[in-house]
């Protein structure tokens, strides 16, 4: 079966400070890997996703996120928070064989301090 | 104009009574999809319908029913509702085959039962 575990349900920053937000999955087959962001009292915003063809995928707002097989790890980064930032955000796999839902993580809330 | 519309946006309802909540995209896609948020933001599956086909049915009580009426439009009726159906629903669509890789999901519906 396959699951994500996003590690730490509440990650705070400084305004400029590096961003980091931690996702690891469990898959047996080549997952397909996304981030969304939930602003408040909003829908989910696709941030980026992992299809394969490249290893570090660029999304919107200045985030990336690196694929690495070998820590099963899709990690979210931006170099420099903003105070727009602040939000929740979500990893989620895409299931291969359950009518592709998405598998989501436990979603990270990110705080950015002025 | 909006891709993944739901409406309402909230719904405050007494325990007991019957609602419905309705989802619609104008993005061409074959494929929708119910979702559930609770209160720790924690989000799961409930229903996805492939071309008017219901595909995934995630263990969700029978009260909870899903109507598609075309390719466009996927509605969500729940009945007899309880305390604990208070979430947030979010319907989200995509296409299926090969590309089905990114889902789009509306602004969620906020149900609160009373």
């Known amino acids: 079966a396959q699951s994500v575990t996003q590690l730490g349900s509440h990650v705070s920053v400084s305004e400029g400070a590096l961003v980091l937000l931690r996702c690891n999955y469990s898959?047996?087959?080549?997952?397909?890997l996304f981030w969304y962001v939930q602003y408040p009292n909003q829908g989910l915003q696709l941030l980026l996703k992992?299809?394969?063809?490249?290893?570090l995928v660029k999304g919107i707002n200045g985030f990336e996120a690196e694929f690495k097989k070998s820590e099963t790890s899709f990690h979210l980064t931006k170099p420099s928070a903003h105070m727009s930032d602040a939000a929740e955000y979500f990893c989620?796999?895409?299931?291969?064989?359950?009518?592709?839902?998405?598998?989501f993580g436990q979603g990270t809330e990110l705080s950015v301090k002025p | 104009d909006t891709a993944v519309s739901q409406t309402p946006k909230y719904l405050v309802t007494q325990m007991g009574n019957d609602k419905s909540i309705k989802c619609e995209q104008n993005?061409?896609?074959?494929?929708m999809y119910w979702y559930k948020q609770d209160s720790k933001k924690f989000l799961k599956i409930m229903f996805s319908?492939?071309?008017?086909?219901?595909?995934i049915n995630e263990t969700v009580p029978n009260r909870f029913s899903p109507k598609s009426p075309d390719k466009a439009h996927l509605n969500l009726h729940i009945n007899s509702l309880e305390l604990g159906d208070s979430a947030v629903y979010f319907c989200?669509?995509?296409?299926?085959?090969?590309?089905?890789?990114?889902?789009?999901f509306g602004p969620g519906t906020r149900l609160l039962v009373l």
């Open positions: 898959s047996s087959v080549p997952p397909y």
């Open positions: 989200a669509s995509s296409l299926s085959g090969p590309t089905q890789e990114t889902q789009y």
């Open positions: 992992y299809t394969s063809a490249a290893t």
């Open positions: 319908y492939n071309n008017k086909e219901l595909i």
């Open positions: 993005l061409g896609h074959d494929t």
């Open positions: 989620a796999v895409r299931s291969y064989n359950q009518g592709g839902k998405l598998i």
